[in-house]
């Protein structure tokens, strides 16, 4: 009889690729996967850390597992497990502590657990800060048509904000063949579309000599993979080599996440950001001009430790100013050991629920804006789901600028033939709650 795991990740694209390794090293020994909640016999619970939201929605998994498999092994990884142990070890209770490093070895520690004695706690975090190899895992796309490929770990740029480079330590970069061998395989398992990500993903290269993200995705385009994307850059990431080849199209996608989190010069300084709201404006501009229809989205924090209401303001009319085809909005929380936790002038929680109302309709008004522009437009949709709806056929997927897309057809005659994993043309003829609204075209 299979032995059965669940998993409940939270957080991050790195956090979802390092389930899915996860998920690859148990299959491989056996495992049976099950939902979360549902009779296993190891949990999973990899957590973030990013906020005090990210932390409670870990605990309460934790809750949740122990409530619902308790004599199951439970498992904690992660970023809160790295910058936590001891508090989750005497609160929660898990039978095996990970945090971010040594995660490859969880088959040897579920079987020291399964062999040890019942009252045995297995704690192996460290100290991630001194750690400089990185770490190789398996890749695993478990079904999906678009595969996750983590290039990097580590972030040492030291936001006031931040406490990952605490829970990830240094940048440490995948190597390049590994990262190459990733993506053969991928191509060989008929996936058409990879996302490099990483937890500082612009910084790929900078532990290695002479090699960068621009030369990996130079080294990476022959493989024949169709679709590449890329997870969160940081502006001032964005080096000549980079440019050069992120600007030139196919098989390079034309959407780009660029981290912004305030529009107001002092904040940003304030923050330890590295970079001004003109130099941001003239990324983006220099982007907007070269690639053809693309969509920038970001991520911006309201309610900074001494934000005033009119640097708010300034963060509003930037925000506004820029365009952005969407906006990941959150309220600033503080986190132990970092500089922001102790500036004076916290901010109220009523105000900072204030200006993230308004940030979010501001992002709501600017999502509709970009989706109406795209109404006429030809692009190509990877199609990763194919349903039927009131009488109608539909495949739907991601067009090439990271919009879902639902590609609709009455007869069903135009997209009989279309299947899962097809890359198809479509026109776009309307935006509504859900998305694009589109048509099949014929290739030209």
């Known amino acids: 009889m299979s032995i059965k795991y669940a998993i409940q990740s939270f957080g991050c ?25 549902e009779p296993a016999d190891v949990v999973i619970v990899h957590t973030c850390t990013v906020t005090n939201m990210a932390d409670a929605k870990s605990r309460q998994a934790m809750h949740k597992a122990r409530r619902d498999n308790p004599q199951a092994t439970l498992v904690v990884s992660g970023c809160y497990v790295q910058v936590s142990d001891q508090d989750i070890a005497d609160e929660e209770k898990p039978d095996i502590l990970i945090g971010t490093k040594k995660r490859h070895e969880l088959l040897r520690l579920l079987q020291d657990a399964q062999t040890g004695p019942d009252d045995q706690q297995i704690d192996i975090v460290g100290d991630i800060l001194r750690e400089r190899e990185y770490e190789e895992l398996p890749t695993s796309h478990t079904g999906r048509t678009r595969a996750f490929i983590k290039i990097q770990e580590g972030c040492q740029q030291f936001c006031t904000y931040c406490i990952i480079p605490f829970a990830r330590g240094p940048v440490r970069s995948r190597d390049p063949q590994d990262v190459l061998a990733a993506v053969e395989h991928l191509v060989r398992e008929d996936v058409k579309e990879i996302i490099f990500t990483g937890i500082h993903t612009g910084a790929y290269g900078q532990d290695l000599e002479g090699y960068d993200l621009g030369r990996l995705l130079e080294d990476v385009i022959p493989s024949g993979i169709e679709r590449i994307r890329l997870g969160s850059l940081d502006p001032k990431e964005f080096t000549p080599s980079l440019r050069s080849v992120l600007l030139e199209g196919a098989p390079l996608l034309n959407h780009f996440h660029i981290s912004l ?3 107001d010069d002092d904040v940003l300084l304030r923050m330890k950001r590295g970079y001004t709201a003109d130099e941001y404006r003239s990324l983006i501009l220099a982007v907007k001009g070269k690639v053809a229809n693309v969509s920038v989205t970001t991520d911006v ?11 708010h303001l300034n963060s509003l009319a930037f925000v506004e100013e820029m365009g952005f085809a969407d906006i990941h909005v959150f309220k600033y929380s503080p ?12 901010i109220d929680d009523a105000v900072k629920d204030k200006r993230m109302q308004q940030m979010l309709l501001l992002k709501k008004r600017l999502k509709r804006n970009f989706c109406e522009v795209q109404v006429g437009r030809r692009t190509q949709v990877l199609v990763e789901k194919v349903f039927e709806q009131d009488g109608q056929k539909i495949c739907a997927g991601y067009s090439e600028n990271y919009q879902w897309t639902r590609c609709l057809d009455v007869t069903g005659e135009k997209l009989k033939t279309v299947e899962k994993n097809s890359i198809i043309d479509v026109e776009v003829t309307a935006c509504d ?3 694009l609204v589109a048509r099949l075209v014929e290739r030209s």
Request: aromatic share 10%; no cysteine; net charge negative.
């Open 13 to 37: 694209r790195v956090n979802l690729t390092e389930a899915d390794s996860y998920r690859a090293l148990l299959n491989e020994a056996g495992y049976q996967e099950v939902a979360f909640g």
């Open 261 to 263: 989190q305030s529009g």
């Open 301 to 311: 924090m309201v309610g900074f430790p001494g934000e005033t209401d009119e640097q």
């Open 335 to 346: 986190r132990k050991n970092t500089k922001a936790a102790a500036y004076p002038d916290q």
């Open 433 to 435: 709650q859900d998305g």
